[in-house]
């Protein structure tokens, strides 16, 4: 029986103070919360799961100040050009660095940023040069296991035992394997220089030990050796790699338009191990990068199966999705080859830095070729394709430029270039423009962009960071783009606009509070009642955050967050939707235990309403669930030090609806209104 609405909101608010009251968290989490801004953007959410990833890994394995490459820190998608030059010059200035202390001395670091570094940072001693020891590294290398499983507590659809007749009449009613989702990491590390990874998953649905498949669906092995002479790295197996603003080849994470509005050019990341469980963004083969004084070579091939639609001669599609839980899935199945053979050359000097990319690539003698759509016109519909592309930039004092042009196979070209300049350290301004043509091909390019691909689009971008007065920050974008030919859902040219503005306050280093507004204007086909044309009309996006958060030295934090949003299709259609969260956390002093928890109550009129929001998880794992309808979400995690070296994280999250009797569609429907997931994690350090 459903509450009448003032018993949903009472409930609602005796929760808030229950949960304030209770235990829970003190670990620096200030970089989880950029990640929670790049979610609140459009940036693609298996991107943002891969940062996740890395950065988790990176911050339980830190740097050492005194030894820290440029390279290291621009792993950290937080810090901008600047930061970095001025972080590594006062290093260079007054090493050794005796206390991450020291941090606040850095010019340009402010207290939101050097919160951020804390966790990936520590000051060791200055070692030189060391030779690799082949038996040292046996002897003292780290070792490192993860054994995760999830599960939903309640069945859903496709887990029902179909009958013979069901399954003669739709054998793809239901999913092949168990209800539960199952992966195990195993990782070896010596000093940075040796590293070595091995990785099997399954996804909820997938065949682990039936007649249909034994073992992991997916596999992933690397091998790596670091800094060996001129060898810089040496990857074999699965790896990533990117390089320039990613137009060329980026298989990395490419960042989206976020409240950090000075902080979106592309950092050169170069290659690096592929030790996550995602099935679609990565290399597989081999990877050399070679460094001689200011001039480094990247040489890489690769060849991998790929999930796909085909004919004998044809790839209609990829399937990006990476789940193989029916037969249907199963028919696609590593069905298209794809060969990649890449070089990329990088000169830095003081100030100055240029290179040059290329990669080739086949589909294993077959066409790529989807099915003709009007929007799908300048595809990429070959046996192969190249593209070359040129990057470069220079940095003079508080001026900093970075652009790539490149040129694909068929002479269209994509170009980005960003301008930054930040003449005091209390402002900092931020010009960028891009201009992706629509007949521009890149199978491997991925750079910023308010599409998913670097094509079809140009746009300029605007924005600016300002300190007012002493506690107070002003961070503004403003991003106007067009799409020069179709796009899926949207039968002629469009163009569009997005606007951010945030101020935030904090007049002390344990409490803070920002509000910040967020107006989208873009086009899509609309079909009005009872009419045959189709026109093309703009809609309307409007979004209001406000938070307060607050910590203390004695492990709690807590943070209370308030969201509204306003989507107009038309004049006369709207829908709104608004959600309150509260979530807390504490690190107890004297026990080896961290608890973090949440609830919010959401409500909205529909999906274009939706309301989004970042969850504390476990270790490795990113959370961005989104809700539409009513209801309340709560959720709880726990990380046990069980032994030194022995670690559990466990989450438990049930959301409830009172607008439903059923959750999803599909396979994936719940018959009643309401879901329980489970996460276990165990983590063993040798």
């Not at 209800?179 to 990491?185: F, G, H, I």
């Not at 790295?233 to 490419?254: E, H, M, P, R, W």
Request: glycine letters at 6%; proline letters at 3%; aromatic letters at 16%.
């Amino acid at each position: 029986m459903m509450l009448p609405n003032i018993k949903k909101m009472c409930f609602v608010a005796l929760c808030f103070p229950t949960v304030l009251c209770a235990p829970a968290v003190a670990q620096n989490s200030a970089w989880m919360e950029y990640v929670e801004e790049l979610s609140d953007s459009e940036t693609e959410s298996t991107y943002i799961e891969n940062l996740f990833d890395e950065l988790s890994y990176l911050s339980d394995n830190p740097f050492n100040l005194n030894t820290v490459t440029k390279s290291d820190l621009e792993r950290l998608p937080f810090l901008s050009e600047l930061q970095i030059e001025n972080l590594l010059y006062y290093i260079y200035k007054y090493a050794p660095i005796q206390s991450i202390y020291e941090l606040k001395n850095v010019e340009a670091l402010d207290m939101q940023t050097i919160n951020r570094l804390l966790p990936f940072v520590y000051a060791g001693e200055m070692k030189s040069h060391e030779q690799l020891n082949l038996k040292q590294a046996f002897k003292y290398g780290k070792h490192e296991i993860l054994l995760r499983s999830d599960y939903c507590f309640q069945e859903k659809a496709g887990y029902h035992t179909p009958t013979e007749e069901e399954l003669a009449k739709n054998p793809n009613k239901h999913y092949l394997g168990e209800p539960y989702y199952l992966s195990a990491k195993y990782g070896f590390s010596y000093k940075n220089k040796i590293q070595f990874g091995l990785v099997g998953e399954k996804d909820a649905g997938e065949p682990f030990w039936n007649k249909y498949h034994k073992g992991f669906d997916y596999y992933s092995i690397h091998f790596a050796i670091k800094d060996i002479g001129i060898v810089k790295t040496l990857l074999l197996g699965d790896y990533k790699a990117s390089f320039g603003q990613g137009l060329v080849l980026n298989t990395d994470f490419i960042m989206g338009k976020t409240s950090d509005v000075t902080n979106i050019n592309k950092k050169n990341s170069g290659i690096k191990r592929h030790f996550s469980t995602n099935e679609i963004d990565y290399l597989r083969g081999a990877a050399l990068t070679l460094g001689i004084n200011n001039c480094t070579v990247d040489i890489l091939y690769s060849h991998k199966q790929a999930d796909a639609t085909v004919t004998d001669i044809d790839i209609i599609s990829f399937k990006t999705d990476g789940y193989n839980r029916t037969h249907k899935d199963l028919e696609k199945k590593n069905q298209a080859e794809l060969n990649l053979y890449g070089v990329n050359f990088q000169w830095k000097i003081a100030g100055f830095n240029a290179g040059a990319s290329a990669a080739y690539y086949d589909f294993g003698g077959k066409t790529l070729s989807p099915t003709p759509q009007a929007y799908n016109l300048f595809y990429l519909r070959e046996k192969d394709n190249y593209n070359i592309g040129v990057n470069y930039g220079f940095h003079r004092k508080f001026l900093f430029f970075q652009g790539e042009t490149a040129m694909s196979k068929n002479n269209a070209f994509a170009t980005i270039n960003t301008l930054q300049f930040s003449p005091a350290s209390f402002i900092a301004f931020v010009a960028s423009y891009r201009n992706y043509q629509k007949d521009y091909q890149s199978h491997y390019g991925k750079a910023f962009a308010e599409g998913s691909t670097v094509q079809n689009e140009s746009g300029i971008y605007f924005g600016t960071d300002i300190k007012l007065k002493k506690h107070w920050k002003l961070s503004a974008y403003i991003d106007s783009f067009k799409f020069p030919w179709l796009k899926y859902g949207i039968n002629m040219p469009s163009e569009g606009s997005d606007f951010l503005a945030q101020i935030s306050y904090r007049p002390r280093n344990n409490w803070d509070m920002n509000l910040r507004y967020k107006d989208k204007i873009k086009e899509k086909n609309y079909t009005p009642d009872n009419a045959k044309m189709v026109s093309v009309l703009p809609y309307k996006q409007k979004k209001i955050r406000y938070q307060l958060n607050y910590q203390n030295v004695s492990g709690f934090k807590s943070r209370l967050q308030l969201d509204y949003t306003l989507y107009t299709e038309t004049a006369k259609e709207k829908s709104h939707g608004w959600m309150i969260a509260q979530t807390i956390g504490y690190q107890f002093s004297d026990f080896p235990i961290q608890i973090d928890g949440g609830i919010a109550y959401f409500k909205t009129d529909d999906w274009n309403s939706r309301m989004c929001t970042y969850e504390k998880n476990i270790l490795y794992a990113f959370s961005f669930p989104s809700f539409y309808g009513e209801g309340f979400r709560t959720y709880s995690v726990l990380k046990l030090n069980l032994a030194k070296n022995i670690t559990i994280y466990a989450k438990i999250a049930w959301t409830h609806y009172f607008d439903r009797n059923e959750i999803s569609s599909d396979l994936e429907k719940i018959e009643g209104n309401n879901k329980a997931d489970s996460n276990l994690l165990l983590k063993i350090k040798i």
